[in-house]
């Protein structure tokens, strides 16, 4: 056999290999064939060519191996049990940047299914590997290291600190100062997905100086890049008072309030949830959104937006009325409670109606000015109706009821609150009878208005048990009253007084 021929049968060899490998990488990125191709023992065929003396058949090996590991855990669990990840972790470091990109990528998809997985990584060394890479020069290979990280940072505390004792948080912050998009949202993305557990996690990012380099994006035009910027300082104040004062110090606000009217609705959905994040913490703080115009532009958001999108923006008013009866007042004034009132009834979904109810209830339970407000919206019915209605959601029915309680308890409305002398449990029925029974013995148009309007007539018509509180409030409502007029609204009266009359002889 000739040298040429020799040779031809070695290019035909290789040449047979690469159509293998992207034929393999070719199917796997559709859906339909992975089934097919992990019968077929894809998986195994593949491991030898990752090995191979061709670094383009390695490359699109390892990219095949990432697209079946992406598309399920069992097959991500595959990659594990074949024992690939060791090899691809230790040519990390002798390969060239299209085959670091395609490594990240596998460690990447096998990494995102769980925790069990992304353990695998960190066991072969494959966070230090990434880290390594966060170092290269090429922006794509840094990119894919970044998100390979964040995927493994994102599922619990243990796995975050894995990352952050690799020495990736520097590095990452480095990553934001590039001049590349991608690259700056995936290290933003990353650096969020590690302060998110922990208070200690995000302090180290804090202290290798994020917050700056964050704050200094928040008016970037890049609307994926503000999400993530946005996402990251939430989970840095979510933690504690002092992480909170650090984002404000960062004058991110009144800036960040304008983003509330940008066009993305992510972008708008985070920038409230850093809002409500900041808020929850002290009174001090609430003042602060509330003094830069946040309080009024949440609202106003609330009222463009439905759904999910509305959640932080709703917990953000409850948080800020929680705190004091002013930053309650406040809500009130910038029109917080009608706009409430609206997310209650065009809303379905039960948590979303839970959070409305909890926030109602910090608005009301003040004072009976915030209770009259709460009650003037006609809101004392919607929340019983969500209380009592069998489908409610456990959660929905025990913060409407906490909410209708604690309002009730400091409402003097009576015009909002005679509707609840109907068809309410007694449970509920004692509150609005003790609130009737402390404004009615001061206020003589109240007790013409309520003979009139027929709960003296309602009142009689409760059984209560005798030398109970609610039996009590009915007393001392009946004390205010004539006693001629009490039993004449009383049941039974009308047949004792046609009884009168039959037994009565005219002289």
């Not at 293998?20 to 065929?45: C, H, K, W, Y």
């Not at 794509?140 to 290291?145: N, R």
């Not at 990280?149 to 994102?154: H, T």
Request: with cysteine.
């Amino acid at each position: 056999m000739s040298q040429r021929h020799i040779i031809q049968v070695f290019e035909q060899y290789q040449k047979s290999r690469m159509q293998f490998v992207q034929t393999v990488a070719d199917l796997a990125s559709r859906p339909q064939n992975i089934e097919m191709l992990q019968n077929a023992g894809v998986m195994s065929m593949l491991r030898p060519l990752m090995l191979d003396v061709v670094p383009s058949i390695q490359q699109t090996a390892a990219l095949a191996l990432g697209r079946l590991a992406d598309h399920s855990d069992d097959l991500a669990e595959a990659v594990v049990k074949e024992d690939i990840l060791p090899q691809l972790v230790h040519s990390l470091a002798s390969q060239n940047r299209f085959y670091k990109k395609a490594a990240a990528f596998v460690l990447r998809a096998v990494a995102k299914h769980s925790p069990e997985l992304s353990q695998a990584v960190v066991a072969c060394g494959g966070v230090d590997a990434l880290v390594l890479c966060l170092e290269e020069f090429d922006p794509g290979v840094k990119e894919a290291a970044a998100w390979a990280l964040g995927f493994i940072a994102r599922h619990n505390a243990l796995l975050s600190q894995s990352v952050v004792d690799a020495g990736a948080v520097p590095l990452l912050v480095l990553c934001l100062l590039e001049p590349e998009m991608a690259l700056k949202r995936i290290a933003a993305s990353t650096l969020s997905d590690i302060s998110k557990h922990t208070p200690e996690l995000a302090q180290t990012v804090v202290d290798c100086g994020a917050i700056a380099h964050l704050a200094q994006m928040i008016l970037n035009p890049d609307a994926k890049l503000k999400r993530q910027v946005f996402s990251a300082l939430s989970q840095i104040s979510k933690h504690s008072v002092s992480l909170a004062e650090m984002v404000i110090e960062a004058e991110i606000f009144p800036a960040a309030v304008a983003c509330l009217r940008d066009p993305d609705e992510y972008v708008r959905k985070n920038v409230t949830t850093l809002m409500r994040e900041v808020v929850k913490h002290t009174p001090e703080l609430s003042q602060v959104i509330v003094n830069c115009g946040g309080m009024a532009a949440v609202i106003d958001y609330l009222g463009n937006c439905r759904g999910n999108l509305r959640l932080p923006a709703i917990m953000m008013l409850g948080y800020v009325a929680a705190h004091s009866e002013n930053l309650a007042m406040a809500v009130i004034l910038s029109k917080g409670v009608p706009q409430l009132a609206l997310c209650l009834s065009e809303e379905s979904e039960h948590h979303i109606k839970a959070a409305t109810a909890w926030s109602i209830g910090q608005i009301g339970h003040h004072t009976p000015e915030h209770a009259k407000a709460v009650a003037t919206a006609h809101l004392l019915p919607k929340l019983l109706e969500l209380y009592m209605d069998a489908n409610s959601s456990e959660d929905l029915q025990a913060k409407s009821k906490k909410a209708l309680k604690s309002v009730l308890q400091k409402c003097t409305y009576l015009p909002g609150l005679e509707p609840l002398l109907y068809d309410v449990p007694s449970n509920i029925l004692k509150h609005v009878v003790c609130q009737f029974s402390k404004v009615l013995p001061h206020d003589s148009k109240a007790r013409r208005l309520f003979v009139t309007s027929g709960g003296l007539k309602k009142l009689q018509e409760i059984e209560a048990e005798p030398g109970s509180l609610l039996q009590e409030h009915i007393n001392a409502i009946n004390s205010c009253f004539p006693e001629e007029i009490v039993r004449y609204y009383s049941p039974g009266y009308s047949e004792v007084l046609l009884e009168r009359l039959e037994n009565y002889q005219p002289a």
